[in-house]
């Protein structure tokens, strides 16, 4: 029987707290990117950044969330501290997915190793209906980093997951979250857990990490600063597993 656990406050408080170990990392960081220049990169909220202007002020409702506003190497830096955590908790052989945008994967590969993982790759996260920009190459692609604690062990029954996703993110009611992932997305990469296994998510967001593992019958131990986010998110567990709050 799978359980879950939603804490709610910074990662670099609570990760510390934590003895339990977990099958996985899986994570979606604020990636602390976006914009042309790094004042436009460091200056703006994550609503400014994620919503156009037409949806900030007519159509979304979404909150905002702080940790957005950290340069390329101070996020690397901060990242390698996290994902540190996140390897001291992670059994041997266990595995680290980080998502990434592409102005981001260099500083994300490179946490990701300094934290102690063996970086095993890059998957894609193919988005259909991203924007298209005159006269550039659209950005429709975001990423995950993986690796793994050490070497990797199949097991008997080995899974075989894609490395390349396509999914929309959520729209209308469905859109809790300003970045929010689909969830059929991470109910694939969860399965890099075996069954009965525990993931680790410490920017749970509105909980889709903790949502996909719960409906692949994977436990769950989720960090989110936001207390709103973190409210929806415990809510949200809580529908797919009521008597499974640990
Ligand atoms: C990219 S979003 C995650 C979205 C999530 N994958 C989903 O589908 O809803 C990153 C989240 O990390 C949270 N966050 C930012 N800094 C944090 C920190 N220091 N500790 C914990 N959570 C943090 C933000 O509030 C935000 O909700």
Redesign the pocket.
Known sequence: MPTWTLHQ????TILPTLTDPVDAVIC????NSGGRTMTERTSRTAREKYLSESGRNHGFDLGD???ESRDQRSYAAWLAMILAHGYRLTRPGGAALV?SDWRQLPATSDALQAAGYTWRGIAVWHKPIARPQPGRLKQECEFIVWGSAGAMVPGNRPVYLPGHFTGSQPRGNARV?I???PVRMLQDLVRIVPPGGTVL?????????GAAALLEDRSFIG????AT?AAGARQRLAEIAPHAAA
């Open positions: 406050g910074d990662a670099l979606d960081p604020p990636y969330f702080t940790g998502f979250h970045t929010q992932k998510d410490m920017f749970a967001g509105s909980g889709t990490t960090i989110e600063q936001s986010y």
